[in-house]
């Protein structure tokens, strides 16, 4: 989200379409009932979650991402079930960038008492989705009241076998970079929404804009990648060039990109001749499709494909686009 | 807390001896790179934290609660150190209620621009402080820019052996109710904040706030109490009326509680008296001490007193005092 960043701040207003009564009308106690109706698991209801017996050898992983109305997401823009995927999405796209399979998340959501009920029943469903997607389960969390809306995901994923988790330290010259998963769609879709709002996008760009409020990833890739030779892994975040070059700091060299594979693809061409933007920046410092970046040193893992090689550290710059200075890559930053 | 809840909102105002630079002046890299000194971790700063591997035959637990300023916590009452405490202190609580030992925490924060740096350094510092008394390690976070102070705290606990977990339905008529650490000085503490801030608060009784602003408990007394045939467990967040018939109602059964075993002591005599208030409510309906509340077919675990017995569910209330019904216990609802 390094391009057009959402900075509303203030109430959340929701639209009038969520009738029916509100957190402050029913209580906590029963929004929670709601929250486990919708996205049940046995393993909820009792002071903890406790996961399966884990299988021999394997090792737990865990992440955090904290989303908030305003800034990272806007009820006028996103449907609560769209918010619900994206939280999912964002955290369990970490646990695979290690390699790993996510087992369960955890929610803790602090709303306003006019928060209308059927807007966090939507949450949950769409948490239920993808979780669902990943054979994993909502398996605890926290309500409570807050001026802000404020969602808090926690993603718990399970490590089996003996090979290394894949950090961001272990990309080696000579090997290939590649991805799975699309990039700067996110972000054309943040600009167009930005510009137009959601009501007002082009409907044959509405592909950009689903991929801003509810990235998709095809579940089990880090797996995958894992099990066949790729040596570092991350997800497109904060930017492509900012994330990639995460990897290069951590490990020491550099990177190349081919410009032939980043090439914007034809929606986003169409969606910066209507914004009078130019894709490159959407694909190189866009972030937020959540695409898995990996480094390999055999062919590209199943569903992976080639974005260009490492190479050795010590120039200018950690990465480079057909051997120059990329154009854009500042990426996201906080504050 | 269901006595005097918190009930600030608007923005925080962070006093005045909380100097040098902001969170918008530095920036989200510097902050973290401050977390993470002050807290550190050799399993943080990739894309999740991958834990140690289990001991064979365990299980993970996981639980999270949001701590939120203006209602869990005031700046002005509270240092940062105390409210990194708090934090942990909930979360553990809730795994060590499961019997479980915990051995990592993930921290999500969501901070105005106006935030001290050195605040959030306090925050790191009791965090660091209570996960290492724990001998458990801060693994994992986000930091955002967001109106209000939000914490989000994830805890993640270690279940070993064959035993079944603490939950919440295994009390059984005959079992005796035993608990580990006090019970209403986390609500006296509050009445004394609301009513003379923190400066206010006489000399004699800062014991009282002190439990409120940064709770305690003996490490790995959850453990104990499993390994030493304790039947169900909780710990008291929202009053001992109410997490006591939590696990009445989920067992089916009811719990008399010894009037004797409960009167208060000496200190919440002293601040009844000086606030004009009843201290046998702040016993029975104080909340947020999160001393473990457990049930036991044998003799009291280690470190635990008696409360009183469990006895057949069915009559009007479930959990009485001496026989009747209690004279406090609505407990704490949100919203």
Known sequence: MALESIERSGVTHFPAHYSGPTLGEVGEHRAIEEIVTVAPSTRNGDDAAVLS???????AVATTDMLIEGRHF???WSTPEEIGQKAIVQNFADVEAMGARPIAALLAVSAPPHTPLSFIR?????????VGEYSAELVGGDLTSGDDLVLSVTAIGSLGGSR??????????GQQVVAHGRLGWSAAGLALLTRFGRDGV????????????APHLNPGRGVIARATGATSMTD??????ADVGTIARLSGVGVDLDAAALAPDELLVRAGRLLDADPWEWVLAGGEDHALLCTTAGAPPSGF???GRVVRGGRDHDVTVDGAAPAYGHGWVSF
Chains 1, 2 share one sequence.
């Not at 497109?236 to 060039?241: A, T």
Request: glycine letters at 6%; one cysteine or more; aromatic letters at 0%.
């Open 236 to 241: 497109n975040s904060d930017g492509l060039i």
């Open 305 to 307: 494909r080639p974005l």
């Open 202 to 213: 082009p409907e044959d760009l509405s592909a950009l804009v689903d991929a801003h409020c």
């Open 53 to 59: 017996h884990a299988s021999p050898n394997s090792r």
């Open 164 to 173: 290394p988790a894949l950090t961001l330290d272990r990309a080696r010259p």
């Open 122 to 130: 939507g949450i949950a469903a769409g948490i239920a989705q993808r």
């Open 74 to 76: 806007r009820v006028d």
